[in-house]
């Protein structure tokens, strides 16, 4: 069972997150409220996959999944964004993300993602 590290500075995004990937037996491991943390947090839990919020106060994704893919080369990244940021998944995908979902979330396609980066 894949162990899931997520990211987001609006709690009731994780938690819709959160529910989506339990009810469909993947085990969240932590929770971050911004790109600082997540950092800090990634290399606390050892998760096998981060789901990332792009835009975030103190460090956003961009520059967290920049850190954690130099801790961790192998970090297994998917990226979280808004309509209207495509300069930004760009970017994101140029650093490392393994894929990206547009919020609002479709639960089949968080979970198509997931399984497509960690089976």
Known sequence: MAKILIVDD??????????????????????????????????????DLVLMDITMPEKDGIQALKEIRANDGNAKVIMCSAMGQQAMVIEAIQSGAKDFIVKPFQADRVIEAVKKVVG
């Open 10 to 47: 609006a709690a009731f995004m994780r938690m819709m997150i959160k529910d989506i990937l339990s009810k469909n037996g993947y085990e969240v491991v932590g929770e971050a409220e911004n790109g600082a943390v997540a950092v800090n947090k990634y290399a606390e839990v050892k998760p």
